[in-house]
């Protein structure tokens, strides 16, 4: 328990526009007054951007949902035996694109995958290679720092190499999935088979190096700390202290349903979101953008967001899967006047990004 007068100490550090110390952090999470939160997050998002809040008409394509990792924290990934399971053919991926292009405002693909224990580098590759000659016009965001460090464990090639020879294929940046909570504690306990963390924030690092903008986000709302929390914040504001690479950090919060951890962890609740979204905002003061995930918060959390630091909202999606396998009960898609009117309702002007968010 601490005194009012601790946070107003923070207020006034934010206000000279000094950083904030990871005490500081912790204090922040301890803090039961949200509006006071919400007040000083959104001071920081308008002295930042204004009000301007971005969105993009993008379609998500996911490959494959066979995946060798499993994370206790995921609903999406299967066996090769599984019932459900499905791996895309580069038709398939075409068919997708070509139904989701028949909106002509369409701008950016979003391709993102489990890790396949049979697929090459090179069958990622194709896919790429393929829905960049088909779609030129069309922005191409995919993959993770997990994927990216997978394709260097299966291939031999160094993660420079192979992101170079994606960037050559028509990839533009890389989303920001995977992160998860940047801690080894968590990681080992949750997900021990894919990337740790010191090797996702390499692979940002040389994607920033090789002028390839990357996103960031945080899965939290299950095993983690707060603490750790803070920590995850630190590490990426430390890394984009280093690079600038950087575009848009993404807050998650755990969807359990039909997940491993679905008896002992229950759903984060509004007010934890909206929390753990300003105190983002007020971390990571070298990121221009906080995004409000719609499809994990669902559209009216999302909504709200927009004044707790929040200043983007994502996109159309245009049939989403892997979070509804978790439970996401927001819909699978917006269409793009639905999210203009959202972010006109919350007094902040919409303008469309051209999918690189």
Same mark, same amino acid.
């Given at each position: 328990m601490f005194v009012r007068g601790e946070l107003e100490k923070i207020e006034r550090k934010v206000e000279r526009g000094e950083r904030l110390t990871r005490d500081d952090g912790e204090k922040?999470? +301890?803090?039961?007054?949200?509006?006071?939160? =919400? %007040?000083?997050?959104? *001071?920081?998002?308008?002295k930042i951007c204004c009000d301007v809040v971005y969105y993009n008409v993008n379609c998500h394509v996911n490959l494959t949902n066979i995946c060798v990792s499993r994370c206790k924290f995921c609903a999406f990934g299967r066996d090769v035996e599984t019932r459900g399971s499905y791996a895309m053919t580069i038709d398939d991926a075409v068919k997708l694109v070509e139904e989701a292009a028949v909106d002509p405002n369409l701008t950016g693909l979003h391709i993102v995958s489990g890790l396949h224990p049979t697929w090459t580098f090179e069958n990622y590759l194709a896919f790429v290679e393929t829905l960049h000659q088909k779609f030129p016009a069309l922005y191409i965001k995919g993959f993770t720092g997990v994927e990216i460090q997978h394709f260097a464990d299966i291939s031999g090639l160094s993660v420079e190499e192979i992101l170079r020879r994606l960037k050559s294929a028509g990839?533009?940046? !890389?989303? =920001? =999935? =995977? +992160?998860e909570i940047l801690t080894d504690r968590v990681r080992n306990l949750l997900c021990p088979k894919k990337a740790t963390a010191d090797q996702w924030l390499n692979v940002a690092r040389t994607a920033h190096k090789l002028g390839i903008k990357t996103n960031a986000s945080m899965l939290y709302g299950h095993i983690e700390t707060l603490s750790e929390r803070v920590e995850h914040l630190i590490r990426l504001r430390e890394l984009q202290d280093e690079t600038g690479g950087f575009q848009t950090f993404i807050c998650f919060? *755990?969807?359990?349903? $039909? /997940? %491993?951890?679905? #008896?002992? !962890? #229950?759903? /984060? /609740?509004?007010?934890?979101?909206? #929390? @753990?979204?300003? !105190?983002? #905002?007020?971390?990571?003061? $070298?990121f221009r953008n906080i995004k409000a995930y719609w499809v994990m918060l @669902?559209?009216?959390? +999302?909504q709200v967001a927009l004044s707790f630091g929040a200043n983007d909202i994502d996109g159309t999606i245009h049939r989403e899967n892997i979070l509804h396998d978790a439970g996401a009960t927001s819909p699978r898609s917006l269409a793009e006047d639905e999210i203009i009117r959202i972010i006109r309702d919350a007094g902040r002007i919409p303008v469309a990004t051209g999918g690189n968010a």
């Open positions: 922040l999470f +301890a803090c039961h007054e949200l509006s006071w939160l =919400g %007040a000083l997050a959104d *001071f920081v998002r308008k990839l533009q940046s !890389i989303a =920001g =999935g =995977g +992160a919060p *755990f969807l359990p349903k $039909n /997940t %491993a951890l679905e #008896r002992d !962890i #229950r759903q /984060t /609740t509004m007010w934890d979101d909206l #929390r @753990t979204m300003a !105190i983002s #905002r007020l971390m990571l003061d $070298n @669902t559209v009216p959390v +999302a």
